[in-house]
């Protein structure tokens, strides 16, 4: 997997992603369906450890509207979801005061997120998929950690 990376994985961030999954009462996860079918395991993986994570399609305007402790994570291969992102995304996700996490394969600063983490690949799309799905294996993992094992 390290092959598939520039760098290795800084694990502090990886924490910092738990910590931050912990705090908040539920993850919404927003991004196009592709991206998100990766995150169904994660999804229920993450339920066995009494954290709701929800998922978003940002397509046809069904909008996941979040609540005041949700987490948000912003999934993005190249950071269109930023960019090119309608008027009630903007209101209902980007001017929110929730925290935001961007989840992208392209180094992005905007200033609607709060935390972001790069997949750092460069990889054609199908290979930056495997790293996405060994992102929330590793993360799910390390929550467990910190946060469910006793």
């Known amino acids: ?10 694990m502090d961030e990886i924490d910092k992603i738990c910590k931050q999954i912990n705090e908040h009462e539920r993850f919404i996860a927003y991004g196009s369906p ?17 954290k709701t994570v929800l998922l978003s399609s ?3 305007g069904k909008i996941l509207v ?11 291969a190249t950071g269109r979801l930023l960019g090119c992102c309608d008027a009630k995304f903007q209101e209902v996700v980007l001017d929110t005061k929730n925290t935001k ?6 180094q992005i600063n ?14 054609d799309y199908y290979e930056m998929h495997y790293v996405f799905l060994f992102l929330f294996d590793l993360i799910k993992t390390r929550y467990y950690e910190l946060y469910i094992k006793e």
């Open 1 to 10: 997997m390290s092959q598939l990376r520039h760098h290795l994985i800084n």
């Open 34 to 50: 592709t991206l998100l079918n990766l995150l169904f395991d994660f999804q229920l993986d993450m339920k066995i450890f009494d």
């Open 58 to 60: 940002v397509n046809n």
């Open 66 to 76: 979040p609540k005041n402790n949700d987490l948000i994570g912003l999934f993005t």
């Open 101 to 106: 996490i961007l989840f992208s394969k392209s």
């Open 110 to 123: 905007s200033e609607y997120i709060d935390f972001s983490f790069s997949m750092d690949t460069d990889n």
